[in-house]
């Protein structure tokens, strides 16, 4: 004998009683049916939302080095992203503490006092940047030099207190700039400047380093799309997390805020060096501050580089010694290296660019506002 089912049992009744039955389960299945409905709209609602948020970047900026930087990534929660960039611009300050020439006590600075007299022990990561320094002058043949910094005090560079030097004064203190002489152990972490008045600056490989160090934060938090810009050396991680590449407006050297040329990336580093970043004018010229090791005088042949390379700290060293390279020396050397390549902007706006990035560079015609996502050298718009 087969037990009645439950829908058995609910047929069993009168024709008046079957009837309301009926009535009261379709209302119940309406009732369903509508709840069901509005569960669909306000889930499809909220994923949308959560779609765009976590789709959405967070900006964030600090004045560093001299510079304002520009941080953006994908993340979580709010909550989340206020802890990393926390750490990335903390680790940043960490390291311009020991890297600049400028901060009494830094590494540096500790260094260049006791030139003449005595090794000094240094963080391994100080070691290290001026490692790849010694590297990056001797592979440009001395025209990236980390000894250049006598020269750039008789420029009043440094305390920016500019001035032009009579020739005299830059030949009293040429024989002063000679990264051969640096006396360095990586592995025990000391450097020896041999004369005194020698001075180290890492200021043309520096920020680079820092902002590769800021990255590599970003990338051990988990995060898979972010860019970091101190100043025109930029870092990449992914592309945007739309799935387009990342914009880069490269600036116009000539005219203020606006761009040149845009190029579209995704991970890697971006770093310009420029003759308009940090300049003064006197007697009708005007005179920057990335010198000619050989001569004293400021790298005339380009008005700006741009060098594309896996890390920033790559691409700011040779953003910096191609710039006095020149355009045949310069170019050159990209072409040497695997996995850099470079755009080179000539004080007559012509631009040259490396094989590698042929039909990859956008031009902007004259005075092109860039576009409303491209990251420019100073903001992203
Ligand atoms: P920025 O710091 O403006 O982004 P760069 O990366 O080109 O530009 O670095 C310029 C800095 O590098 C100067 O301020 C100075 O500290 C240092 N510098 C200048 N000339 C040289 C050179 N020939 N070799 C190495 N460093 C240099
Ligand atoms: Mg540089």
């Given amino acids: 004998m087969t037990r009645p089912s439950a829908d058995d049992q609910s047929t069993g009744g009168g024709e008046l009683k079957h009837g309301a039955a009926t009535r009261r389960l379709r209302a119940l299945r309406s009732a369903l049916f509508f709840l069901l409905a509005v569960a669909v709209v306000v889930g ?3 994923w949308a939302g959560a779609r765009a948020r976590s789709s959405q970047l967070h900006r964030y900026h600090s004045l560093l080095m001299d510079t304002d930087v520009e941080l953006a990534f994908q993340t979580g929660s ?8 926390e750490a990335v611009f903390g680790e940043m ?6 890297l600049s020439r400028s901060r009494e006590g830094s590494d540096i600075d500790r260094v260049n006092n006791r030139a003449g007299r005595e090794p000094v022990v240094v963080n391994p990561e100080t070691a290290a940047v001026a490692a790849a ?35 005299e004064e830059l030949e009293a203190v040429l024989p002063l700039v000679d990264y051969t002489r640096v006396e360095l152990d990586p592995a025990a972490g000391r450097i020896y400047l041999p004369r005194k008045g020698m001075s180290l600056d890492l200021g043309g490989i520096a920020k680079g380093y820092i902002v590769d160090r800021g990255m590599a934060l970003l990338r051990e938090a988990g995060i898979r799309h972010a860019f970091l810009n101190a100043g025109g050396d930029i870092a990449l991680l992914g592309g945007k997390p739309d799935g387009t590449p990342w914009r880069i407006g490269v600036r116009h050297p000539r005219e203020p805020g606006e761009c040149i040329a845009v190029l ?7 770093v310009t060096s420029g003759d308009y970043e940090r300049l ?29 390379a896996g890390t920033a700290m790559e691409a700011d060293a040779l953003s910096t010694a191609v710039f006095v390279l020149g355009p045949e020396r310069g170019l050159s050397l990209v072409e040497s290296l695997s996995g850099v390549e470079a755009l080179l902007i000539t004080v007559d706006l012509e631009m040259i660019t490396s094989t590698g990035l042929d039909g990859r560079v956008e031009r902007l015609e004259e005075k092109q506002v860039p576009a409303a996502n491209t990251i420019g050298e100073r903001k992203a718009i």
């Fill in 44 to 46: 499809a609602y909220y």
């Fill in 78 to 85: 709010a909550r989340e992203a206020s802890a990393v960039q």
């Fill in 93 to 98: 300050v960490r390291l311009e503490g020991l």
């Fill in 133 to 167: 320094a010694l590297h990056y002058a001797s592979l440009s043949d001395g025209a990236f030099d980390p000894t250049v910094a006598p020269l750039l005090d008789r420029w009043g560079f440094l305390g920016r207190e500019f001035r032009v030097p009579a020739p």
């Fill in 264 to 270: 579209s990336l995704e991970g890697g580093a971006v």
């Fill in 280 to 308: 003064f004018t006197a007697g009708g010229r005007s005179y920057h501050h990335i010198l000619d090791p050989r001569s004293g005088y400021p790298a005339a042949e380009l008005a700006s580089v741009t060098v594309l």
